[in-house]
């Protein structure tokens, strides 16, 4: 590994599309995908939620986070195709927190934004959309660019 994925707290590898990381951040529960060799491949926005400052995903191998995973009722499935052995994914119970379609994507649009210091085009493209999408998702949710809903007061 190079100086610089060593540095990078959860890796993000080119194996994983836009859409696929965008399916795997829909689940409610937290998703941490390992590859064969027990190297961590991603990890959703839920499963980052509950493990920040807890866990480096990106020193970590599967033989060292299975356990603290389990503590949190974690559990694994393979990952297969045919006798193929792929890796395994681990799956965490979901924390509280919206239930709607719409109030989950705000919440992943608004941590997006906060993970980017509120630069619309990093944003946009790192949810795969463009940057009038989001612009117009904004919109609908009554965000301002700098974080405050339409109501709140400009003090």
Request: charged letters at 20%; a positive charge; aromatic letters at 4%.
């Given at each position: 590994?190079?100086?610089?994925?060593?540095?990078?707290?959860?890796?993000?590898?080119?194996v994983f599309?836009?859409?696929?990381?965008?399916?795997?951040?829909?689940?409610?529960?937290?998703?941490?995908?390992?590859?064969?060799?027990?190297?961590?491949?991603?990890?959703?926005?839920?499963?980052?939620?509950?493990?920040?400052?807890?866990?480096?995903?990106?020193?970590?191998?599967?033989?060292?986070?299975?356990?603290?995973?389990?503590?949190?009722?974690?559990?694994?499935?393979?990952?297969?195709?045919?006798?193929?052995?792929?890796?395994?994914?681990?799956f965490l119970?979901?924390?509280?927190?919206?239930?709607?379609?719409?109030?989950?994507?705000?919440?992943?649009?608004?941590?997006?934004?906060?993970?980017?210091?509120?630069?619309?085009a990093e944003?946009?493209?790192?949810?795969?959309?463009?940057?009038?999408?989001?612009?117009?998702?904004?919109?609908?949710?009554?965000?301002?660019?700098?974080?405050?809903?339409?109501?709140?007061?400009?003090?």
């Open positions: 590994m190079t100086a610089q994925q060593n540095s990078h707290p959860t890796p993000l590898p080119s599309s836009p859409l696929a990381k965008a399916l795997l951040d829909g689940f409610s529960e937290g998703v941490v995908v390992f590859d064969a060799a027990g190297r961590v491949l991603y990890a959703n926005i839920q499963a980052r939620a509950q493990l920040e400052g807890d866990v480096d995903l990106g020193a970590e191998t599967a033989a060292d986070l299975q356990p603290r995973l389990a503590a949190l009722g974690g559990r694994i499935r393979p990952l297969r195709v045919g006798t193929l052995e792929l890796g395994e994914a681990l119970p979901p924390v509280e927190g919206p239930t709607t379609l719409a109030a989950r994507e705000k919440d992943a649009i608004v941590a997006s934004l906060d993970a980017h210091g509120w630069k619309l944003t946009a493209k790192s949810l795969g959309i463009s940057r009038t999408t989001l612009w117009r998702r904004l919109k609908a949710y009554g965000l301002h660019r700098d974080g405050r809903s339409r109501w709140a007061s400009a003090s």
